[in-house]
């Protein structure tokens, strides 16, 4: 953080002091004189990289108060820049602050205009920071101070006249309801206890009689006086400060007050230079008089400021980062570890196993070769539900057949020991492969079917052939083959066809049987 100093201004001359933590130590003393404001130039430079504030103590100001309608945006800025231009025109030192705002009617806004008026009293020490290029926080002066810090002290009620001894002289500043309106100071010829308390007691009375005939208190009212002096000074500044109709005189002490707003060295007597020192530097009012061209240095040192502000926020995230990122690698680290000890454990574990396990000639190698292609021969064995829903539509339309017994297996072929006899194909169907031939190189799925026929086409054989036939064309699709392996009689051409009473092997009480078998190929 910068160093601050601050450049008090009395009006006879500059001093230069030092704030840091509380305390204050006096640097220099300059005059406006050549050769003042020559020592003035190199004690900026010796000081290049501190906060300058210049803080005005003098007798030329001026305060105007001025209620304005309520504006905003730069509307307001250009009537307030307007308001000053007409109030103060021969000066840049001034501002405009906010009282705030009526509570009833057009809620009209309330302003004090104020100004310090003898602008040649700070153009050498402003050209002098301007040429050394130092870095001007603002002009300030001794009431803009007091409105920061007194209202701590005489509280935020009604009027109220705070008297206070400086270098300057001696300054009666009137608030009311804790707002600055304005301050009058007086000078000093001597500096004598005497002096002090006759010029308070005085200026005080012509202050009650302004604000009188200015309607700023009521008449016949008391004015709340507030003396800020050194307890051991305080019994000779009370014979002049004495309780009247029109003034009722407080006093506080100044060591006591510095001690409540931090300021580590107590006040020898009634001097408060020190004291607003002190809450300029720590308490720096909102407000200050100094345009804008004034302060560039100061607006390019807090940009500065806040982008150093950002590069060490940005630091401090990546050291937390990399911070972070270290303790998970050291966590990740220790995780591989002991996931490598656990994996050294567990082929221990499964070693013994495979060691205690019988010994095979198989490899594993070949195991695994054999495992492959038992999967793959589960993958390609087909199911038997095609062929069993195919023959229970068949058996849907010849109901009067029943089934005895099935026999459902896998052939190379379709060749047989037993006795075949294909079924001619409906007209337009395509051939069925030829019995007694592979048909098929990658196999077929075969059902041998054995059934019996109605018991009464016993006698009738020529029923029989036709029933048989009517299931074997049932059966028979494109893709499925239907072969009559066996028939109730023989119906070779060589042989003659009997009739029932031509033969006496035909029982009466024997349903007749058939068999047949149904192929598909793979």
């Not at 656990?342 to 019988?358: E, H, K």
Request: aromatic letters at 8%; charged letters at 20%; one cysteine or more.
């Amino acid at each position: 953080m910068a160093a601050k100093r601050i450049l008090l201004l009395d009006g006879r001359m500059l001093t230069a002091h030092h704030w840091s933590g509380g305390r204050i130590k006096l640097e220099g003393e300059f005059s406006n004189e050549p050769v003042g404001l020559e020592a003035f130039s190199a004690y900026l430079k010796k000081y290049r990289s501190s906060l300058f504030y210049m803080l005005a103590d003098i007798a030329e100001e001026g305060f105007q108060l001025e209620d304005l309608p309520y504006v905003q945006g730069g509307d307001r800025g250009a009537l307030l820049q307007r308001r000053l231009g007409q109030y103060y025109y021969n000066t840049s030192l001034s501002a405009a602050i906010s009282l705030g705002r009526a509570k009833d009617g057009r809620r009209d806004e309330k302003l004090l205009f104020a100004a310090l008026t003898r602008m040649e009293m700070f153009s050498p020490w402003l050209d002098t920071l301007r040429e050394n290029e130092s870095i001007l926080a603002g002009v300030y002066s001794v009431p803009l101070v007091l409105a920061g810090c007194a209202p701590q002290l005489i509280g935020n009620g009604g009027p109220v006249l705070f008297v206070s001894q400086s270098s300057g002289g001696v300054r009666q500043t009137f608030f009311d309801k804790g707002h600055l309106h304005f301050s009058r100071l007086s000078p000093l010829a001597t500096n004598s206890l005497d002096e002090i308390g006759r010029t308070s007691a005085n200026d005080s009375s012509k202050i009650f009689q302004y604000l009188v005939a200015q309607r700023q208190i009521p008449r016949g009212s008391p004015l709340r006086t507030v003396v800020l002096a050194n307890s051991s000074q305080t019994p000779a500044l009370q014979d002049f400060c004495r309780n009247t109709n029109d003034l009722q005189f407080e006093f506080v002490d100044l060591g006591t007050v510095a001690k409540q707003h931090g300021l580590k060295d107590s006040p020898r007597d009634s001097n408060a230079d020190n004291l607003f020192i002190h809450c300029l530097a720590a308490k720096t009012p909102p407000q200050q008089f100094a345009p804008a061209s004034e302060t560039r240095f100061h607006k390019l040192w807090q940009i500065r400021f806040a982008l150093h502000g950002a590069a060490w926020i940005v630091l401090s995230a990546c050291l937390l980062f990399a911070g972070k990122t270290a303790l998970n690698l050291y966590d990740l680290r220790d995780k591989t570890e002991a996931t490598k000890a656990l994996t050294a454990t567990d082929t221990q574990r499964y070693n013994a196993i495979l060691d205690g396990l019988p010994k095979i000639s198989l490899t594993p190698d070949k195991l695994r070769a054999v495992i492959g292609r038992f999967e793959l021969m589960q993958k390609r064995t087909p199911a038997m539900e095609p062929l069993l829903i195919h023959l229970s539509q068949a058996l849907d339309d010849s109901p009067r057949i029943e089934i005895t017994q099935l026999d459902w297996k896998i052939a190379d072929s379709l060749t047989s020991g037993d006795k075949l006899q294909a079924v001619p194909p409906r007209p337009g169907a395509a051939p069925p492969a030829a019995p007694g031939t592979a048909g098929n190189p990658e196999g077929w799925v075969t059902i041998e079917i054995q059934a019996q026929l109605p018991l009464d086409l016993v006698s009738n054989r020529r029923g029989q052939i036709e029933m048989i036939e009517s299931f074997a064309e049932g059966l028979r699709k494109s893709d499925t083959t239907v072969t009559v392996i066996d028939r109730p009689f023989d119906i070779e051409s060589n042989k003659p066809l009997k009739s029932a009473g031509e033969t006496n092997r035909i029982d009466l009480a024997a349903a007749p049987k058939f068999a047949l078998r149904i192929a598909r190929p793979l």
